[in-house]
């Protein structure tokens, strides 16, 4: 659900100590997965899919050119940040950690599936202030602050539950490439799977998590369980859905959100880990 009031003003972080605003970070954020959603747009709709393909994973040449683009254009604006990209090493020792997925749903990418997104998260020790994410065929731009709400496309988004039942209802379940890789992880999550079909009419597997993590927040979907994720889209996905008034907990190895306490208590009940605290 959104509406046209504006989030609000997030908190205010001390610059005397090189932390920007966290809302000047979520602007930079959203011009960093704009600037990179509308060459992959561009590259996907020419069809340029050129990459290395591997038995559990893909990277594309456009991964690199956006990962570049979104890189520039922090820079831009914070030359001293630090940097870390699905792409590339860490770069920079900066007071604020920029967290990138430049192409989020590369295998769909690869096959000119039209489900793919961009990822930013800004972090200061630890903690995720700002993020963004930017889905480029549909032109969907999810902005949060940390305490100051989430946007999409410029109006205020609430997770605001559906009218009806968790076995009406569709979950999204997000594996990471551990537990692709892992025969052992594999297993486990298999049975996540299979709980979730237990309890849901739909158990969504989309490859491209940054795309869940919107139709969560719109409160498209009922829930979102993630096993073992990846954290270049998850930190950013998750600002966002909290930001959004989606309830979550962590266990080991996996997080859970929902739109409402009902249906989190059930997702939770699939994962074979206690939750944290």
Partial sequence: M???TPA???????????VPSADALAATAEAAVRTAGDRLAERFRDGDT???YGVDDVKVEADVAAERLIFDRIRETFPEHALCGEESARAGDGAVEWVVDPLDGTNNY?????????????????ETLAAAIHEPLVDDCYVAVRGGGATVNGRRLRATPADRPLDSSTVSLVVGLSAVREEALRAEVDGVRSALRGRCKRVLETWSPCVDWGLLARGSIAGVVCAYPDPFEQLAGELIAREAGVSSVT???YYAGAVDEATLAALVEAIPTEPDG
């Fill in 2 to 4: 959104t509406d046209d």
């Fill in 8 to 18: 609000g003003d997030g908190p205010a972080w001390d610059a005397d100590e090189g």
């Fill in 110 to 126: 690869a096959i000119g599936y039209p489900s793919i997104a961009s990822a930013v998260a800004a972090r200061v020790e630890g």
């Fill in 251 to 253: 266990a080991d190895g």
């Fill in 50 to 52: 050129v990459g290395d």
